[in-house]
């Protein structure tokens, strides 16, 4: 991972994007700080709507040439409804897409953790979410919505929409190594979520990493079909460590995770590039929440993990990430509750719970 010498400068691009993005990357940028790593530095730009705005695209130069010489990047959220009867091209959402693009981020890492105190936030019975501690890799850059897709008439006249779904080896071959670099430094096991029984491009998902766990005689491989995923995601996650799945299961499966794990405003990811974390971007899986934006009521928790997720995989900082980690954990422990956790603190007072937990 990172390679990140000590005498290093470490730069870390900020993009908070829409929203409620400014006010949850604040606290999150303050976390960072507060655990004085030298040689930490931060320069900031804007994206999505707020790019627009100020430059006439989601994606402006500026911001990818900072995206690219930056170590990682932290992420808020994009969207914003001025923005909603612009061409496609031009809507923060597209950012998004054209950062993946840009950096190359074909592999989506998604932990869902049950934090003690929060069982009644989950969808699931207390006794059935305090077990739910995973990660899913997803792949993020193939699959049926990257593959050919279009409307056709059918010989008899009937409309039709396509979209063919694929995945070349390599594609494979590339997630299932990140799925099973997680796996050696978690619980070493590791499930892989495919269709094989109907889908040709399922099969040789199965294939493929079947060849890559060759490599790793310390995990151990199970497969499961993604119905069976689904029901058992409710029924018992607790038997989940890591999950790596293609990109449209995993789509899916993780939203379902995200829910099962309590509020939409606790979750971070990753997404990276490769196992090393270079220019790994890092944001909560929520978006700009309009509803709520500019009021300080967001729970900055997600983005505060997912500093803490960018720590680990881009700057090989473990214990570090822990220190945050530990620190929302203990927030939690001690009550800090913003309003989508049934509490009454602003975005700042629960950045400041977290700070005053840190050891
Ligand atoms: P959303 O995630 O923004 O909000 C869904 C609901 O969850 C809202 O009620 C919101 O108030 C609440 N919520 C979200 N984050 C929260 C937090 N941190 N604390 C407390 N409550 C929180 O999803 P949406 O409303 O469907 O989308 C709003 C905009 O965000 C859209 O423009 C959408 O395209 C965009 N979006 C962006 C991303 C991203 O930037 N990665 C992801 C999803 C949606």
């Known amino acids: 991972m990172g390679g990140f010498a000590k005498e290093k400068r470490v730069l870390i691009a900020l993009l908070p994007g829409d929203g409620i993005g400014p006010e949850v990357v604040a606290e999150a940028r303050r976390a960072l700080a507060a655990l004085a790593i030298d040689g930490l530095a931060f320069e900031e730009a804007p994206v999505g709507g707020a790019a627009y705005k100020a430059a006439g695209h989601p994606l402006p130069p500026a911001t990818l040439d900072l995206v690219k010489r930056a170590d990682a990047i932290l992420f808020g959220a994009v969207g914003d409804p001025d923005c909603d009867s612009l061409e496609r091209h031009l809507r923060p959402e597209q950012a998004i897409l054209g950062l993946r693009k840009e950096l190359g981020l074909f592999a989506n890492l998604r932990p869902a953790k049950l934090f003690a105190g ?8 207390p006794d059935i979410a305090a077990a739910i501690d995973m990660v899913i890799v997803r792949e993020l850059t193939g699959d049926v919505y990257f593959g050919e897709k279009g409307r056709r008439t059918t010989s008899d006249g009937r409309r039709e929409g396509y979209d063919q779904m694929a995945y070349a080896e390599d594609e494979v071959r590339r997630i299932a190594i990140v799925g099973f670099e997680m796996a050696k430094r978690r619980k070493r096991i590791i499930c892989s979520v495919d269709k094989a029984n109907v889908l040709e491009s399922s099969q040789l998902w199965r294939d493929v990493v079947g060849e890559v766990a060759t490599g790793y005689p310390e995990v151990t491989l199970t497969h499961m079909y993604v119905d069976n995923a689904a029901m058992q995601l409710v029924r018992n996650p607790g038997q989940f460590d890591v999950i790596v799945t293609g990109n449209l299961f995993g789509d899916i499966l993780s939203d379902q995770a995200s829910m099962c794990a309590g509020s939409i405003g606790m979750l971070p990811s990753a997404s990276l590039r490769d196992w090393s974390g270079d220019n790994g971007l890092y944001e909560p899986i929520h978006g700009s929440a309009p509803d709520i934006a500019g ?11 997912s500093a803490a997720m960018l720590l680990r995989h881009s700057l090989d900082m473990e214990a570090q990430a822990q220190r945050i980690e530990t620190a929302v954990a203990n927030a939690l422990a001690g009550g800090a509750r913003t309003a989508d956790l049934g509490g009454t603190m602003s975005t700042r007072e629960m950045g400041d719970a977290v700070l005053a937990a840190l050891t």
């Open 118 to 125: 929060l069982e009644d936030a989950s969808a699931l019975r």
């Open 295 to 305: 009021q300080g009521k967001a729970n900055p928790c997600g983005t505060i993990l």
